[in-house]
């Protein structure tokens, strides 16, 4: 049983929150992630910058841009996520683009992500039909594979989709790159009930544009939870240095409330 079908078998809505390593500063990062999950998140998402993420909007862009100069490699995120684990046991997802990690090498990379306690790894820009090797291997390691779906996939690749996930289904609420959007697009709806009935074996998590609590509710009742990433980064920005940590608590608390309220 994954960490998500867990929290779906106590009937309890994910929260799960993109964390640039190293934004706004690389020593932010370990008591941002432990107090994130003391704050109610389910799931930290751990994101190795990268200079060409192709999937993420202007906002997670800067964040990224802003680690890299903060020093901050594979090997560093590694680094830093072995330190999370030591302070707290929340589940950690690394989301990474297959250059980094391919290049790093790609068992050495999972075999790293288990000595450290990684639940799962997110790859957007690895095809399906390419990752045969990839799941072979974290299959071995018991290191949850997890694939992007969006509103324009059909249903038979949906259900080829559900087969390769072992976590969940990271189900893009839109199409396009990540970033805040006003309100939900009904295309996001329709996605997520047609989701409903090809996915028979993973939970679903919705991400991208997902800006309010109020977009959380809704599609937290459409779904097994929300992933939080622009907006949340967002916050961070907008936060003076001294109070970076203070913010997103302040900034996950109504999350979490209106999620509770979705079950």
Known sequence: ?????????????????????????????????????????????????????????????????????????????????????????????????????????????????????????????????ESDEYRRLAQERNISTIFLAAPTTPDERLKQLDDASTGFLYCVSITGVTGERKGIADQAEEFLYRARKCVKKNPLLVGFGISTPEDAKHLGKLSDGVIIGSAFIKALRNASKAHVIERAVEFVKPFRLALDSAE
């Open 1 to 129: 049983m994954s960490f998500v079908q867990n929290l779906k078998c106590n009937n309890h809505k994910a929260l799960s929150l993109f964390v640039t390593v190293g934004y706004p500063t690389l020593e932010t990062t370990i008591p941002l992630v432990v107090e994130l999950a003391s704050a109610g998140a389910d799931i930290i998402e751990l994101g190795i910058p990268f200079s060409d993420p192709i999937a993420d909007g202007p906002t997670i862009q800067i964040s990224s841009e802003t680690a890299l100069r903060n020093g901050v490699t594979l090997k560093k995120t590694l680094d830093i996520a072995e330190e999370i684990r030591k302070q707290s046991q929340v589940p950690l997802v690394l989301m990474g683009y297959a250059n980094p990690i391919y290049a790093f090498g790609l068992s050495r990379f999972l075999d790293r992500c288990t000595n450290i306690g990684i639940d799962g790894v997110i790859i957007p820009d690895l095809a399906l039909e």
